[in-house]
């Protein structure tokens, strides 16, 4: 039986494209379409599957992808005929080999699109010193592992290209499954994370050239065609910087952020990379390059074309094509020639050398680069991430007749190991501690205070996209208050981390440029505007602007939130409501995941916290300072948390714009803290009646029962912009039977609901518990930086920090 797509399986008997069906006799599995749109759903659901069970282990889908091929091959399921002759039978094996490589052509293109030459030149002197050890040391152990398998397992192969071959296979460094593992730690934009990515990124380059090195060495004939090959290689590289770039340049830049691509400049593009993986695969170096120029080529701050392009393609090839290159490889791996003593000897030299070489070159140049012994060793093993271009490599190595089977499986297994031992590898030996720049000097946490009520307010707003900053923008304008009161503003934007390889290129351009929604803003209508709405409010407001970006996977990124406002000192977290406005005034969904994610950080917050229901607080655009006229209403019932929420209420009712009314029920004036309450009227309430201020109105509600209070809170809340309570609010019985949100309490659920309002935004507080915080008697105290996958914006023209902290975390 043929496994690969070979020469042998070419003596097959070609398939038919679509049978007749099953009721004229034709089997759908003996016609390439039906059985190649089986082999897809068949490779789909066993990677997805595997990929959801490795979630816990925090594995990259990489892995997943390998291990699901090799299932599908001749080490597992593959040994049963009846399987393979039904499914992969070897006249399918063309036809999925050319629809795997497709999907690797363009994914390899995506990689180039990653990659910013410009940004290599910028590579420190400590990470290019850290890449070159990192490629100089595995290499020089491969070449000592290639003479060692020459002699043990295949005496066959030729000595020179098994040498780059082997030199190659162990000193390369996944760059996109290491984004991946980074981001999966939290450590994407650490220091940490940014020396492994640009060591990364150099490795990556010098990879391909040396790969390119060892395509052209095993070809079987003459050393000049080698020569041959080699300048043909770099001619069409430097034709297609001359020639090709000019045009895909002009395409960039007409390309604007914040508008759609022309389809026009898609398909050229698309025809230019497949173009190119022609050019090189006739040359003799594989098509892949081809594709790898093209996209490195492409210009990546000139407008929105490189994102667009991402976009547009990264779903298709990394969700349908790529998994079945996977498949392919694991039909061609076969763990069972692996057997003996000398065999398996020889895979636990090749995972000893691998893991030696890369780490221990990683490790000797950082320390010589005098990186900290404990970052150093978890470079080094970030380092040793293996991947997608690995198994490339060794495809291609077997193709070439370079790599006999049980050397071929003997280095995947090579690779799925070491890749699989990075991540528990690194959170065992590097665990950074999260501060909060001092847990002594973190003394507002709440917006109520006593005896400091005209210090500095640090609120830390999130949201989900771009729609949502006007009413964030107006919310901080309404609540800046006296300008002897000074309010700072942090404003993160909640981004999902997936295996898409945007979410990693914003990233990379938020922390070179600054900007840190250059991608993922273009969704939501553009990218640009997002900067200048931020940029423009804090230039024209008494408000200190800082824009950030989470970007984590949505079961943590609660994590991210609490420690950024445990390191920003904040007093209040906005968070917004996990429903958007539709236009018929009913609430949808924005991602389920986010009603997790709120209920996470009201059980572990640091600091008071609010939740925003987004009923377009001010229109859909930004209200300047002059124009705000907004109505407010406070709902008291009694309690901490409406004690918090009048506080930041009364804070409001300062802007000369808002007419603020607080509706006292008659719960509160029974409740067990009727004391704290009246002491709480009387410091934002009275005070303000007794001062002639217009603005603030005051009244009180008899109602008791639910229908009561529900009819109360409706006819209150008519022509309010705004609608601020409590969470905990002392009702007697929930406002509303069922709710989907019972973590906005009694009256925050009614509130959130249009049979309450479809105009009205929510405000629904509450306040720091010390008793309730999980982590207020462990937290250590400090001055370094958190390490949190969080992005600082840093202005134009920042402001003077106000801390030491706050001076390091936002450089």
């Not at 938020?510 to 929604?517: D, E, I, K, T, V």
């Not at 802007?655 to 008659?666: C, D, K, S, W, Y």
């Not at 029974?670 to 410091?683: M, T, V, Y």
């Not at 925050?748 to 309450?756: D, I, K, Q, R, W």
Request: glycine share 8%; charged share 20%; with cysteine.
């Amino acid at each position: 039986m043929v496994m690969a797509g070979g020469g042998s399986s070419a003596l097959c008997a070609p398939m038919k494209a679509t049978s007749e069906g099953v009721w004229q006799g034709d089997s759908p599995l003996r016609f390439s379409l039906p059985l190649i749109i089986l082999q897809v759903c068949l490779v789909l659901v066993l990677t997805r599957g595997l990929a959801f069970a490795l979630r816990p282990l925090r594995q990259p889908r990489v892995i997943a992808e390998i291990i699901g091929g090799i299932l599908l091959g001749p080490s597992a399921l593959g040994r049963s005929k009846v399987f393979l002759n039904n499914v992969f039978p070897a006249e399918s094996l063309t036809v999925l080999d050319t629809l795997a490589n497709i999907g690797l052509l363009f994914f390899l293109f995506l990689v180039g699109l990653e990659l910013d030459p410009a940004s290599l030149r910028r590579t420190g002197r400590r990470a290019f010193a850290i890449a070159v050890a990192g490629i100089s040391l595995p290499f020089a152990f491969g070449v000592g592992s290639s003479l060692a398998l020459r002699a043990a397992i295949d005496p066959a192969a030729p000595r020179g290209p098994l040498v780059v071959f082997m030199g190659v296979a162990l000193s390369i460094t996944a760059f996109p499954v290491l984004a991946r593992i980074l981001a999966e730690l939290k450590l994407l934009t650490t220091d940490l994370g940014r020396m492994a990515m640009s060591a990364a990124a150099v490795n990556d380059i010098t990879a391909w050239i040396l790969l390119a090195l060892a395509i052209a060495l095993s070809g079987s004939g003459s050393p000049f065609v080698s020569i041959y090959v080699l300048l043909s290689g770099i001619g069409f590289v430097v034709a297609a910087t001359f020639l090709v770039r000019p045009a895909l340049v002009y395409m960039a830049r007409r390309s604007p952020a914040g508008e759609p691509i022309k389809e026009s400049f898609v398909c050229t593009t698309v025809a230019i990379v497949l173009a190119a993986g022609f050019a090189t695969d006739a040359i003799g170096i594989h098509a892949l390059f081809g594709a790898f120029v093209i996209g490195v080529l492409i210009p990546k701050d000139e407008g929105a074309y490189a994102g667009a392009l991402t976009e547009k393609m990264e779903d298709l090839v990394s969700s349908l094509f790529l998994p079945l290159y996977f498949v392919s490889s694991g039909l061609k791996t076969n763990v069972a020639t692996i057997s003996g003593a000398k065999s398996w000897g020889f895979l636990a030299l090749v995972i000893t050398t691998a893991c030696a070489g890369k780490i221990g070159g990683t490790v000797a140049a950082s320390l010589l680069m005098r990186v900290p012994p404990r970052e150093a060793l978890a470079l080094g093993l970030l380092m040793n991430t293996k991947g997608l271009v690995e198994l490339i490599v060794l495809n291609i190595g077997r193709d070439r007749k370079v790599l006999n089977e049980e050397a071929f499986a003997i280095l995947v297994l090579m690779a799925l190991t070491t890749t699989f031992m990075t991540t528990p590898a690194v959170t065992a030996v590097y665990r950074p501690a999260r501060r909060g720049g001092g847990a002594s000097a973190y003394k507002h946490r709440t917006v109520e205070r006593r005896d400091a009520e005209d210090s500095e307010l640090r609120v830390l707003a999130c949201f989900h996209a771009s729609r949502g900053i006007p009413t964030l923008i107006n919310l901080v304008e309404a609540s800046r208050g006296t300008r002897r009161s000074k309010l700072t503003m942090y404003a993160m934007h909640l981004v999902e981390l997936s295996e898409r390889s945007s979410a990693i290129s914003m990233v990379q351009r938020a922390r070179r440029n600054g900007l840190p929604f250059s991608s993922s803003s273009r969704r939501s209508g553009g990218g640009g505007e997002v900067v200048v709405a931020f940029e423009a409010f804090r230039r024209l407001s008494a408000v200190t602007v800082r824009p950030m970006t989470a970007i984590s996977d949505l079961g943590t990124i609660h994590e991210d939130i609490v420690a950024s406002a445990l390191h920003k000192r904040a007093a209040l977290l906005v968070l917004p409501f996990h429903k958007m406005l539709c236009h018929d005034g009913t609430m949808e969904p924005v991602d389920r995941a986010f009603h997790q994610v709120n209920v996470r950080v009201l059980g572990s917050a640091p600091c008071s916290v609010a939740v925003l229901v987004d009923r377009v607080l001010g229109g859909a655009a930004q209200v300047a300072a002059p124009e705000v006229s907004y109505a407010v209403l406070v709902l008291f019932f009694g309690g901490p948390d409406d004690r918090e929420a009048l506080a930041y209420a009364a804070r409001m009712g300062e802007h000369p714009g808002i007419e603020l009314t607080v509706a006292r029920f008659a719960a509160a004036a029974a409740g067990p803290n009727a004391g704290e309450d009246e002491e709480a009227l009387q410091r934002y309430v009275t005070r303000a009646l007794k001062s002639g201020d217009g603005s603030v109105k005051y009244e009180e509600v008899a109602a008791a029962e639910r229908g009561e209070v529900t009819a109360a809170i409706k006819a209150l809340g008519r022509g309010k912009n705004l609608v601020v309570a409590g969470r905990s609010a002392p009702v007697t019985a929930p406002l509303v039977e069922k709710s989907d949100c019972p973590e906005m309490g009694p009256v925050g659920s009614y509130l959130a609901t249009p049979e309450f309002s479809t105009t009205a935004s929510v405000l629904v507080v509450q306040r720091y518990n010390p008793r309730s915080d999980p982590a207020a008697c462990s937290r250590p105290s400090g001055d370094d930086d958190p390490e949190e996958a969080v992005v600082p914006f840093p202005s134009s023209s920042r402001a003077a920090p106000e801390s030491e902290s706050e001076s390091q975390h936002s450089r």
